[in-house]
Each structure stands twice: as C-alpha cells, then as structure tokens.
C-alpha cells in the first residue's frame, strides 16, 4: 500500500486544499487518479496488489468473477487496467442525461453474471452503489469492490473489499465544514455535478 501512496505523491494526484468532492462533501484532500492513471506503466504498479489478492480469493475463497465493471468518470480506466491484468472484460457505467447512473454504448450483462465493481477513489460509496443497483436490477451479481483508494470514514463494503490504499483525509458535510469557516475558498476538480 506504500507503493501506491508514492505513486499518488510521483504522479501529483494527491492534492491538498479546500475541495468540494462529488458526494457534496468538502475536504482538505483530493485524490485526482487520472493524474496517476495516464501513465500506463504506474496504473498497472498501481493496481496489481489487487489482482494479486483477487486470484489469491478466487483460488482460495472461492471468489467468482465474469467481468468488471468502473463507474464513469473515474473508474473507466481502472476497471480496464484491472480487466487487463486479470485476463477479463472490463466495461463502465455513466450517468444519464438525467443524471441517472446507466449500462450505455451497446454494453451487455448476462442473467447471473458476476461483477467486480472498481472505483479510483471511493469517500461516501454513492457511485458504486448506485453501480451495484443497477447492475443487479440488469440481473447481475456483484461479488465484490475495488478501488485504488479508500478515504471512507467507516462504514461497511457489503461484498469482499480490496483497495490499493487505505488514506486517512479529513472531509465534512457542507454545512459544517472547518475550512469553509476558515474562509478558505473551495474548488471543485471532480466530474460530477451534484
């Protein structure tokens, strides 16, 4: 896991300021993995930790995956680097006109079909289970979550968890930030629009 935190501090996608994230949350970090995911070389260094404990699950646990699968924005080349290193398909999900989280561009499931979601970043878990309801309301299964960094708060992954770091960053509900009460000006690098 060091690893990959030097990787995030090499590639300049650990940032500190003030952010408003895209669960509507501010915070003293934000983590922009496209910064790392550009160069080919450090996504794969970045991500094969988890393909290791993946097979090690699917020898020894038993864990069953046919595809994976990344919410877009950030989970795009994510699911294809893991999806590459584990001789799998790998496909995305996007929003909507509406907003609304979408299985687009001719992608297809099979009844039964068992998934890995993988996220770069996940702090409130929206994205990936606004993923999981929708794959699973196509009839899949998902069997477990990836990410490339995990900054929750606690909580609990309901399916087996395996994230490439686990960072501790600060982050508070919008109307009881600290650094808004400082004065400190928010910006928003993310992709979503709250």
Not at 3 to 25: P, T
Not at 44 to 72: H, M, T, Y
Not at 106 to 129: A, C, H, M, N
Request: aromatic fraction near 6%.
């Amino acid at each position: 896991m060091e690893n990959v935190l030097k990787l995030l501090r090499d590639s300049e996608a650990m940032l500190e300021g003030h952010f408003l994230l895209s669960s509507g949350r501010h915070s003293d970090r934000y983590f922009q993995c496209a910064k790392l995911l550009q160069y080919p070389d450090m996504a794969a260094e970045a991500l094969s930790g988890i393909a290791e404990r993946i097979r090690q699950d699917i020898g020894s646990k038993g864990l069953e995956i046919d595809a994976l699968v990344g919410p877009a924005m950030g989970g795009i080349i994510a699911a294809y680097e893991l999806g590459r290193q584990l001789g799998l398909p790998a496909f995305f999900t996007e929003r909507d006109d509406t907003g609304k989280m979408a299985l687009r561009r001719g992608f297809e499931l099979r009844p039964g079909q068992k998934i890995i979601i993988i996220e770069d970043v996940i702090t409130t878990g929206k994205s990936y289970g606004e993923c999981a309801a929708l794959l699973e309301s196509l009839g899949a299964k998902v069997t477990a979550l990836a990410c490339i960094v995990d900054r929750r708060q606690g909580g609990e992954v309901p399916w087996p968890f395996y994230p490439a770091c686990k960072v501790d960053a600060t982050n508070w509900e919008a109307d009881d930030c600290e650094l808004c009460r400082q004065g400190v000006p928010a910006v928003k690098p993310g992709s979503r629009r709250i």
